[in-house]
DNA sequence: CAATAGATCATCT
DNA sequence: GATGATCTATTGC
C-alpha cells in the first residue's frame, strides 16, 4: 500500500526527514529513499517556486502526494514529491536511493555504472536508474506507476546539512541523509 | 584524490 | 538570450 497523501500534507520540513527509509517503486524497480532536500515556499530564494506560480511551478502549489519532475542542466530529470495542503508550495527532492529491486534493470539503463552505488547516488542518477522522466509531471503517487511506499522506519541516524548545488538560501540546514549510509551522494 | 570543463534544453524574462 | 536543485570524463598532482 502507499504512502497515504495525509503524510504529504504537513510541513516539508517534516515530510523531508521522514521520507527517509520509504520505498519508491516505479514498476519492478525500487530503492529505499536515504537523502532528501526539502524546498520551501516562501523564504528560500533556492526553490523553484520562490519565482511564483508559473507553468513548470504549478504543481508545486497542487494537492501534495504528487510528483514534481524538471529537466536539470538540459540533461537530467530530477524527482520531487509535493508537499504541504494544497495552495501551498513546497516539494522534496529526491537526491539518492539505495537501489532495492530490478538492479538488473537498472544497470542496463546506467551503463557507466560499474557498482551498485553507482546506480542511485545522486538526483539525476537515481531518475535515469527508475527511467523516471518529464512524462511523470505531476503523477500521483499514491496510485502509480509511480509509488512510495513505506520502509523500515528508524534503525538509522539521520544527519542534517546545508543543501547541494545551491547558491541562494545555501546557508539553511534542509538536506537530511542516511547516516553512513554508503548509497548517500557526494560521500 | 581534487579540480575543471563540456554536454544540452525546458523554462522564464 | 540567460539560466541552472547535474553527471561524466579528463586532467593534473
Known amino acids: 500500500m502507499p504512502i497515504p497523501r495525509s503524510f504529504y500534507k504537513r510541513s516539508t520540513v517534516l515530510v523531508a526527514r521522514d521520507l527517509l527509509g520509504a520505498v519508491v517503486r516505479h514498476g ?45 542542466y538540459g540533461l537530467h530529470c530530477c524527482l520531487n514529491f509535493v508537499a504541504e495542503p494544497d495552495g501551498r508550495p513546497g516539494c522534496v527532492l529526491i537526491r539518492a536511493l539505495e537501489p532495492l529491486e530490478g538492479l538488473d534493470q537498472m544497470f542496463l539503463r546506467r551503463p557507466r555504472a560499474r557498482k551498485p552505488r553507482d546506480l542511485c547516488s545522486g538526483p539525476g542518477k537515481l531518475t535515469q536508474a ?58
Open 28 to 72: 519492478p524497480l525500487a530503492g529505499r529513499i536515504v537523502e532528501t532536500e526539502a524546498y520551501l515556499g516562501e523564504a528560500d530564494e533556492a526553490a523553484h517556486s520562490f519565482a511564483g506560480l508559473t507553468r513548470r511551478t504549478r504543481v508545486i502549489f497542487g494537492p501534495p502526494g504528487h510528483a514534481y519532475v524538471y529537466l536539470s
Open 130 to 187: 527508475l527511467g523516471v522522466t518529464l512524462e511523470h509531471y505531476g503523477a500521483d503517487l499514491t496510485r502509480g506507476p509511480l509509488t512510495v511506499e513505506p520502509g523500515e522506519s528508524g534503525g538509522f541516524d539521520i544527519g542534517v546539512s546545508t543543501r547541494i548545488g545551491i547558491t541562494r538560501s545555501a546557508e539553511l540546514p534542509l538536506r537530511f541523509f542516511i547516516r553512513d549510509n554508503e548509497h548517500v551522494s557526494r560521500r
